[in-house]
């Protein structure tokens, strides 16, 4: 039986039972220390950043020649390791479901530097100017591609295997005087309630879909029309660029009260 000392009624416990009990919190706490550093660890491996460079813009004209021929892009190093990086010119053509073809295309512009080693945390501008023919009878579209070299340099120099991140940003180089023309030409009623679309570009210059309104109508005799804003066309349709003087065909979710059959959609491409 263990005695102590009577302090106001209350029987004090002796002092080697307060050390270990003390000791015995001190160990519970810091294994909660070190449990809780070891999940914030965790949770930080597991969100760092997926991208490890940002390129602006993505998306992007250019003039056929003067000063509107030329832009700027801005390339962020996020990571910790410096990167190197090149940048390439390709020619873009797509089939009529949008699948698309890049055919190499370094004749047609001067891109300086064309190559680039980025420290961490820095940023490199790069110039991309088209020298390409400047009587275009239509816009013609290209990426201008930022790829990740597989080489990395860490801080005490030596080289090392990366994974490896790229970029492919959208330049449409566009005469003077072009315009889209968009057209609905067909809306047939496909599997899991979907819709067939095929828009058709008869202009001659590109068009991107997310930038257009939509009016939708029933033409079964039942007045029924609906717009479609800029941001519930670009929700609907997976394919964006649709280029001069061709078709795209594309899945779009069914829109409820509408006959595919019965339904005519006007684009309006300066919406």
């Known amino acids: 039986m263990v005695s102590g000392i009577r302090l106001n009624g209350i029987s004090e416990v002796p002092r080697v039972f307060l050390l270990r009990g003390f000791n015995l919190m001190w160990v519970c706490l810091r294994v909660k220390c070190v449990m809780l550093l070891t999940l914030l660890t965790l949770t930080a491996l597991f969100t760092q950043p997926a991208v490890a460079q940002r390129v602006q813009p993505m998306v992007y004209e250019l003039d056929t020649s003067g000063s509107g021929a030329t832009q700027s ?15 390439v010119a390709s020619k873009i053509s797509l089939d009529e479901q949008g699948r698309e073809t890049n055919v190499a295309a370094e004749d047609d512009f001067l891109i300086f530097p064309p190559q680039a080693l980025i420290k961490p945390g820095k940023t490199q501008l790069v110039r991309v100017k088209y020298v390409g023919s400047p009587k275009l ?3 013609q579209a290209y990426r201008i591609s930022v790829k990740q070299l597989p080489v990395t340099l860490d801080k005490s120099g030596s080289t090392g295997v990366a994974m490896l991140v790229n970029f492919n940003t959208l330049a449409n180089v ?16 496909a599997d899991n309630n979907m819709w067939a679309v095929t828009v058709e570009n008869s202009g001659n ?6 930038k257009t309104e939509w009016l939708v109508e029933s033409l079964d005799g039942i007045a029924k029309s609906l717009v479609l804003k800029k941001d519930q066309v670009g929700s609907l349709t997976e394919l964006n660029l649709v280029l001069p003087n061709s078709t795209l065909t594309q899945l779009i979710p069914a829109l409820d009260g509408f006959d595919p059959k019965n339904t005519r959609i006007t684009i309006n491409a300066k919406g």
């Open 137 to 139: 009878e239509q816009s």
């Open 73 to 87: 892009l801005r390339v962020e190093n996020s990571k910790s390791t410096p990167v190197i990086l090149e940048f």
């Open 174 to 189: 566009v005469p003077k005087a072009t315009e889209p023309s968009l057209a609905i030409t067909k809306i047939i009623p």
């Open 205 to 210: 210059k590109y068009a991107r879909l997310s």
